[in-house]
């Protein structure tokens, strides 16, 4: 596996980019409300990210044409933002978001509730959220990556859900998906060892029926093979000993929902 270790001085360049994510979110989180198209959402994320002097890291990589991938109900990932798509009450829409800073990569997302949403997909984006703190206590130095999967999985599973195979997360650096990469599944003590300066994102994709998706005509959106709903939620962290350093904050998110549903 080439793994590339990252020093302290990369850790907090890296911890820059993953912050201004943050921040970034919940600038789309004050408009997210029934009514607003997904463009509009993503035209705001890309001006918000060049406005504090990094680049949408999203935009173009691979060809994909937006700044955010907006996610919604059935849609698990990579969602593309367009100007036919209409918010609605009782939606939950994921948005992952990347930034580019000094040539370092920032990376998480967030699966927000719109209006009332169902008791029943309230508590898969909670149990989504909390199998990734998880996964997430598991990122230590000595721990394996099986360890972070199985941490995960059997959270999820433990309320019936299921977790996609298909798409993991991934290391990040100067690119955006570096070695290796981090199953939401797995078996404990299994995989290569967890070491200190490897920096990750751990993201459970968690569906409420089959793990199983299917991928549309655009070559970007998965959805759900059965049309249920998913929850994606994303931190990026760095591999410490004792505890992992977590870059991503979800701290201005939870003000922004606390000032709209107060």
């Known amino acids: 596996m080439n793994m ?24 789309v989180a004050k ?27 999203f935009l173009n990589y691979e060809g994909y044409p937006a700044s955010l991938c907006i996610s919604i109900n059935d849609t698990v990932v990579h969602g593309i933002p367009n100007d036919k798509t209409i918010i609605k009450d009782g939606d939950i829409v994921s948005v992952d978001c990347g930034t580019i800073i000094d040539g370092w990569y920032g990376d998480s997302a967030y699966t927000f509730e719109v209006g009332e949403v169902k008791e029943e997909v309230r508590q898969l984006l909670k149990v989504t959220r909390e199998s990734l703190e998880l996964g997430i206590e598991k990122a230590i130095v000595g721990n394996r990556l099986g360890d972070i999967g199985y941490a995960v999985q059997t959270h999820a599973e433990k309320y019936g859900y299921s977790v996609v195979r298909d798409l993991v997360g991934h290391g990040i650096g100067r690119n955006m998906h570096e070695e290796p990469e981090i199953p939401n599944y797995g078996k404990r003590g299994t995989g290569p060892k967890l070491k200190e300066g490897m920096v990750i994102c751990i993201e459970p994709m968690i569906n409420m029926g089959t793990w199983r998706i299917k991928i549309s005509r655009d070559g970007w959106t998965v959805k759900t093979l059965d049309g249920q709903p998913s929850a994606h939620y994303e931190k990026q962290l760095a591999v410490r000993k004792g505890k992992a350093e977590v870059l991503t904050s979800y701290s201005e998110i939870n003000e922004v929902l606390k000032s709209k549903n107060g």
């Open 4 to 27: 590339y270790l990252k020093n302290d001085q990369e850790i907090d360049l890296l911890k820059k980019c993953s912050l201004l994510v943050g921040k970034t979110l919940a600038e």
């Open 31 to 57: 408009e997210i409300r029934p009514g607003v198209t997904t463009k509009y959402l993503d035209k705001l994320g890309e001006t918000f990210i060049r406005d504090n002097g990094a680049l949408p890291a």
